[in-house]
């Protein structure tokens, strides 16, 4: 310990540890953004940073046509996707594709969880949104991949990746809006 010199050891993960932990600085990293780095302790900071896509075009598929490059998602039953102008361009990661993991990966898209369907292309993404009312999502509907209805942890987990790896990936493309701010910040 140097004299004067104010103390700190605790990282996002120190500061859920309680205040023995603390000493004199606390160094929060993607606490301040709504992940939590201690699973098992609850964030109590909400999520600040949130990722939409917005629906460029509605379809219907028939049952045994496929979607996505490499036609890795074929439909079971008649179909309507939702196709996002979002992709791995932007930093959504390929991984989130229906074929990477076990179960799919979701966005939050007219008012529930939908799944992510085929490949994630580098400018756009499919969802099923075959169980949604048709009136409740159009071309220019906002969906959430990740924020207020599917935190950014979960989002990550689903890509393998950390809730750093998501945020460090964003693109160019997207809007920065910060709220109480007049106007769209530049990236």
């Known amino acids: 310990k140097l004299p004067g010199v104010p103390a700190s050891v605790a990282n996002s993960s120190g500061i859920f540890l ?49 979607v996505g490059y490499g036609a890795t998602w074929e439909a079971r039953r008649p179909s309507r996707i939702a196709v996002l102008g979002a992709g791995y361009r932007d930093g959504v990661p ?37 169980d949604l009312p048709p009136s409740s999502v159009a071309r220019g509907t906002r969906a959430e991949i990740f924020g207020k209805h599917i935190a950014i942890d979960e989002a990550a987990s689903w890509a393998g990746t950390i809730s750093y790896e998501l945020l460090t990936r964003l693109g160019s493309r997207y809007a920065r809006l910060y709220p109480g701010a007049e106007s769209e910040q530049p990236s």
């Not at 949130?50 to 629906?55: F, N, R, Y």
């Not at 369907?117 to 400018?123: L, Q, T």
């Open 18 to 66: 309680g205040a023995d932990y603390i000493h004199d600085l606390v160094r929060p990293g993607i606490a301040l953004y709504g992940g939590n780095p201690t699973p098992a302790t609850s964030n109590p900071m909400g999520a600040v940073a949130h990722l939409e896509g917005t629906v460029m075009q509605v379809r219907g598929v028939r049952e045994g046509e496929s």
């Open 94 to 130: 390929r991984s989130l594709s229906s074929i990477h993991h076990g179960g799919p990966a979701q966005v939050y898209l007219g008012g529930r969880r939908c799944p992510i369907i085929g490949r994630i292309s580098m400018d756009m993404m499919a969802i099923d949104i075959t």
